[in-house]
Each structure stands twice: as C-alpha cells, then as structure tokens.
C-alpha cells in the first residue's frame, strides 16, 4: 500500500506519518528503487546493444546493395550488346579464317568470354542471395529492438513512479538534496596509487552532483554510472549495470577483509554499488533525493555488502 492510500484511509486519522515510519517507508522504497533502477538499466543497455547490431547490419546492407547494383549494370550492358549484336559477333569471320591455330585461339577468347559473363551471374546470384538473407537478419535484430526499447518504457514507467513517491516522502521529511550538476567535487587524498588513484580522483571530483537513475554523467549520475566513468578515466572500461560488472569481475573478485583503494563494492541482490576509497571510507551515488558522497563502511554498510572485484 502506497503512503497516499494509507494517510487516505478512513479511520486511519488524516494525520502525516511519523518521522519514524516515513523513515522507514524511504528505506523500502529505496531498496525497491535499487532494484527497479538496476532492471532499467538492463533493458536499456540491452536495448543500445540490439539497435547498434542493427545499425551496423544496415551500414553493410548498404554495401552490399551497392556491389549488387554495380554486378545488375554489368549484366545489363552485356545483354544489351548481346541484343544488339548478338553473343557473338565475330562468329561468321571466324569461320573464313584459313589458319586453324589463329581459328582456335579466337574460339579460346569466346569460351573466356562466356565464361566471364558466366561468373558475373553467378557473382550476382550469390551477392542478391547474401543480402536476402542479410536483410532477413535485419529484420530479426530490428524486432530484438523493438521488443528491448518497449522493455525500457515499460521499466522507466515503475521506476518514474517510484521515483515520485520517493521524493514526494524526501520533502516532507525535509531531506531532499537536489545537489549541484556542476559541483567542482573534492580532493582525492586517499592512499590509493596507480589507475586506481585515477579512478578514485575521478569520482571524489563528482561529489556533490545529484544522484539520478540511467545517469551517465556528467551532471548527475546512478552508482554503476559513476562507477563506469570513474574507472574509465583510469583506462578500464567496465559494463554498465551494476549486474553486469559483478559479472565481469567473476574473477577478479577479493575478499572484503582484503580490499584495496579502487575496489568496486556491491551491495546484497546487486540493486547498489560503490567504489572503496581506503581508510574505511566508499564514495558512492546513493540514491534518489540525495548526491554523490563518501561515507564510512560502518557496520550498516559492511552488513549490506555481497562481495567486492578488483578492476
């Protein structure tokens, strides 16, 4: 039951939740949020993937039309020649030739002509046959998409919903922080070395800027976005989703007694993430209403974490 239906209810006195329910209300929000955000992005990124197959079979369908047309015209030309002069023009003064060996080598040109022509339709059979079947695989990919982009809408739908909810309880509570897109950030001056001190100097510069699902930067981002850019500017490219990255670290993953400057950190049921910065300390995009910060890994974190992986 929403927090409108429950202050709307009869009986149930017209009066605003406590700040202790309201509290509690926000934290299961945000847990739904987490998750609700993660399955967005997933149909969003599948949705990118299917639409850039497409794009890219379209480019080499427009190749492959290209080198058809070219194979029709030569076939074209040779029908016309052989319509107006017929296939072999040269037929009747080959025949009053007195000297055979000169007879065979004029019948040996033909033979390659035909032969050429021969290729140039077999050539054109086989290219219309490619891109017939090419255009079919089109179609397949331009219906993955298709089916992907309305998985997207309806994901945005849910969580455009819950995001309202979300902020509508952050303003009564009086803790909604819009956060400022062109934050300068902080120093970094952690322990960290190497491309994890880039990463880490890279998402310390972001604090400040709202937190904001599907957001890649550079005014606002959602945990795996901040992750992504971070370690990005170190040189390593990671997925998009926070899913998918706990996948791709599958062996890269460290135990949470031994983490290390850099270490990317996942909450339990993948719905958040963040990135440790040494010292006891995770700068992470938390959640809607709210901004990138660092935080301390107390008990509270360290009981919601899952794992960490090692870019």
């Known amino acids: 039951m929403t927090l409108a239906a429950s202050v709307a209810t009869p009986g149930a006195a017209l009066a605003e939740p406590s700040p202790a329910k309201a509290r509690a209300k926000l934290v299961k929000l945000n847990e739904q949020a987490d998750q609700l955000v993660e399955k967005y992005n997933q149909a969003a990124e599948t949705y990118k993937s299917a639409k850039k197959k497409y794009g890219a079979l379209n480019a080499e369908l427009s190749r492959k039309d290209a080198r058809a047309d070219a194979l029709r015209r030569d076939l074209v030309t040779a029908a016309v020649n052989d319509y107006q002069s017929g296939p072999y023009p040269a037929w009747g003064r080959l025949i009053g030739q007195g000297d055979p060996e000169a007879l065979l080598g004029s019948m040996a040109s033909l033979q390659q002509i035909a032969e050429a022509r021969a290729a140039k339709i077999r050539a054109y059979d086989a290219a219309t046959k490619e891109l017939r079947d090419r255009r079919n695989d089109a179609k397949l990919l331009l219906a993955e998409a298709d089916s992907a982009r309305d998985q997207v809408g309806d994901e945005k739908a849910k969580v455009d919903k819950l995001v309202k909810e979300q902020t509508k309880l952050l303003r009564r509570l009086g803790a909604f922080n819009t956060g400022d897109p062109n934050s300068p950030g902080i120093e970094y001056t952690g322990p960290a070395s190497g491309n994890a001190r880039l990463a880490l100097q890279f998402a310390f510069a972001q604090v400040g800027k709202p937190y904001r699902y599907g957001g890649t930067g550079p005014g606002s981002y959602d945990c795996s976005g ?78 919601r974490l899952l794992g960490a992986v090692r870019p």
């Open 226 to 303: 901040l992750t992504q850019a971070a370690w990005r500017r170190a040189g390593v490219e990671l997925p998009r989703t926070t899913w998918t990255q706990w996948g791709w670290g599958a062996a890269r993953r460290v135990p949470l007694d031994r983490l290390q400057p850099g270490d990317l950190l996942f909450s339990k049921g993948l719905g958040h993430m963040g990135m440790y910065a040494g010292n006891g300390k995770m700068v992470h995009a938390p959640q809607t209403g709210d901004v990138i910060k660092v935080v301390d890994l107390d008990d509270y974190w360290r009981t």
